[in-house]
Structures are given as C-alpha cells and as structure tokens.
C-alpha cells in the first residue's frame, strides 16, 4: 500500500540520516554538505541509485597522468634517447614549445661538450699531444679545465693556436691521470665537440659513434649557414654564421672552454632536427643497455685496441 512504501522509504532514509550524522561526527562528510555532495578530505560521495535508496562509497583519486618523457627510465639509451625525440616532434603537432624544451625533458647531464689543446712534441714537434682539456655540461657550465704534462718533451707550445705556454705546464697533471678522469666523465654520455676525432685521439680514446655529436659533420648546421654540405667548416666561421659572435681571436690562443661551449651552443641550435634524423637512421631494434661493456673506458688505454693507421701516426 503507498502506506507502507512510505513507511519503508522513510525507515531508509532515517537509516541513512544516521550515517551521515556518524560521518559528520568523524569528520568524514562536511557538515554543510547535501545529498549527493563530495567530501574532499575523503572523496567520499552518496549517488542517488536507480531504486531510490542512497549509498555511500570511497572513490580513490585519480593519479596524474604521466608525461611521455616518464617512459624514460635513468639508464635510457642513446638510441632510446633518440627515439624519444622521434615521438616528441610527432605528437602535439609539433608545437614549437614543446621542440624547445625536449632536451629538458630527456635529462640534459645525458650531455656533455669537449674541446681539447695540443702542443707538439716528437721529432721537430710534429706530434700532437694533450696540454689542456675543458669540458663543458649541457649549459656550458664548466664541470672539467686542466691543463696536462704530455708524455714526451714539448718541442712546440704552439701558442699562437692552443694558447697554451711554459708557464701552464707548472702545474699540470700528467697524462695517465688526466686521461682517467675526462675518460670517467665521458663514459654512458653523448659527448658534442667539433672535429671531435681530434680530440678523441689526443685522449686515445674512442667514444662510441651513436654517442658522438660533432658540429664539424652536421649537415643541417651548414645548411643553415649557408654553407656547401660537403664543406670544411671551422668552429669559428659556424659561430659567426649561426651564433654572431666571434671567438678565437687575437694572439693569445684558442681557449678550450670558449670552443667547448660554442660547440655545446651549435648542436642546441639544431638538436631536435639532428636526434630526429638520428632517430630514423636508427636500425628497427631494441634499445641497447647504456652500461655497454664493449664501452669500458679502460680498454681504450691498451695499445691493442688502436687501429693500425693511428698507430703509425705516433699517437
């Protein structure tokens, strides 16, 4: 009888009553809320069910979404690093915006800069060995600057170039020493220099090709220069061309730590075109572990593992 549904939806609703009065006093459910209303210290809510009768029930909040860049685990790959640029220039039509931070996203202590001075040593100084190396991180923020007693007598400072003289080989490191530390800076990062081999051979070392980026062979940096692609370009012309402003000059030398942050400069001109095509040149296979072990830097000292050819240079 209406009656007794009545009776029966008033008995719900005392019952009901008596739960929030109880939430209230727990402080659970606002004071103030109405039928249906949402605590925020709880997230709780009452939905009104389909047959009339009201029930509570504990909706857990939702967790953010993560971004695209949280796929990125700390020991990511330089070919997944790659990659990822790959997806970022796909995805929200490649705003400019999000061209600009990319590199942010892809954690910048992935890279570093380097830039090394030679003196020549040797039979009338025709060798070129390691005086001064600077390295640089992805701000150009200087993290290494020594200078270094070569293995062999200088017979050439050449100081109209590397800048270096007497008085800086006071107190400079020696080579095995300075060698152990660059090359424990240098290892599992993606290590940017201009005509990079040269330094690579005064360290005698080799960096792996997927991790090396040197201006010197960038084709969209010419490209945007103006240059012929297959042209020698030097540091110096790039940094005019591209960044205005000139570096190497006067009397005094080159400064290590002026090319390293130029170079550091140039590649971050042109970062997200360069990893892009890097990316698409990549072969279709699984990102390699950083920690190579055909990587180890303390192979590279041994004798055994330098090419012939370098070899007979003296180096």
Request: with cysteine.
């Amino acid at each position: 009888s209406p009656q007794g549904r009545s009776k029966k939806r008033s008995r719900k609703h005392q019952r009901f009553m008596e739960r929030r009065a109880l939430l209230e006093q727990k402080g659970l459910l606002s004071p103030r809320g109405r039928l249906g209303s949402q605590s925020p210290e709880a997230g709780l809510e009452a939905p009104i069910e389909a047959h009339g009768t009201e029930a509570l029930r504990c909706d857990k909040v939702p967790k953010p979404k993560r971004a695209v860049s949280a796929s990125l685990s700390p020991s990511a790959s330089p070919d997944s690093i790659a990659r990822h640029h790959s997806v970022l220039l796909t995805q929200g039509n490649g705003s400019s915006k999000r061209v600009r931070t990319s590199s942010l996203v892809l954690r910048p202590g992935k890279y570093v800069a380097i830039d090394c001075e030679m003196v020549g040593t040797g039979p009338q100084g025709r060798l070129s060995e390691l005086a001064r190396c600077s390295v640089v991180n992805y701000e150009g923020d200087v993290i290494y600057d020594k200078y270094v007693q070569p293995e062999l007598p200088i017979v050439d400072y050449r100081t109209r170039w590397s800048g270096i003289t007497k008085q800086h080989m006071k107190n400079a490191i020696p080579f095995k020493t300075a060698q152990a530390e660059i090359l424990k800076i240098l290892k599992d990062k993606i290590v940017v220099g201009h005509a990079i081999h040269n330094d690579f051979q005064a360290l005698k070392y080799f960096h792996p090709k997927d991790r090396t980026r040197d201006t010197s062979q960038s084709p969209a940096l010419k490209k945007r220069a103006g240059l012929p692609i297959r042209a020698n370009v030097s540091l110096k012309n790039l940094a005019r061309h591209l960044l205005h402003k000139k570096i190497q000059v006067g009397c005094k030398g080159h400064s290590s730590v002026e090319d390293a942050q130029t170079a550091m400069e140039l590649y971050r001109l042109v970062e997200v075109q360069w990893e892009k095509e890097l990316a698409h040149s990549l072969p279709p296979r699984p990102p390699s572990p950083v920690t190579d072990p055909t990587a180890d830097s303390s192979q590279y000292l041994d004798d055994q593992y330098w090419p012939t050819d370098l070899m007979a240079s003296g180096l």
